[in-house]
């Protein structure tokens, strides 16, 4: 199947298993962003949603509840994607919510999250620079976690920021 396909049948199986708040979340939350994101960079790394998860539900320190544009999770290894656009909502926010906006990220890293931050314009414009990030960053996880054989030399990652090539931790 291609990517709409496969899309559709992610969203679904996310909007099924959902009631109340974390239904409307991922029906009002799930936008072009996060549809971009999967499209130009996830999707042409992977070919498939194996183990994300939108608009994903956390326990807030105050109590409360937060989301997530996406989580990775497997064992032991839990990666936040957030997908951030300029407008409205970074550009006429208030002091108390960029402070608030800035604790969410520290208590997530805090309870053991990887966070991994892109702008909308670096999905739409720079989405290979994307790819880089999200295959380092998973590679550097699960490297050293898994079954050489059962991870793909994309998940692995093969190169730095710089380009470089890394050493491999398979034997």
Known sequence: MGFEEEYQAFLNAHLQARTGERLRRLQEG????????????WWPLFFHFKYLHPEYEVDDFKDGKRYL??????????????????GP???????????????????????????????????????????QIVQQVIGQRLGDELDPTSLSIVEKGSTTASGSKRRSHIP
């Open 69 to 86: 544009d996406f989580a990775y999770i497997r064992p032991g290894i839990r990666i936040c994607l957030e997908i951030d656009g300029y």
């Open 89 to 131: 909502h970074f550009k006429n926010i208030s002091r108390w919510q960029f402070s608030d906006n800035l604790e969410r990220q520290n208590q997530l890293m805090i309870d053991g999250w990887t966070v991994i931050r892109f702008s909308y314009d670096q999905v739409k414009e720079k989405p290979r620079r994307c790819q």
């Open 30 to 41: 799930h936008d072009q962003a996060e549809m971009l994101f999967l499209k130009q960079v």
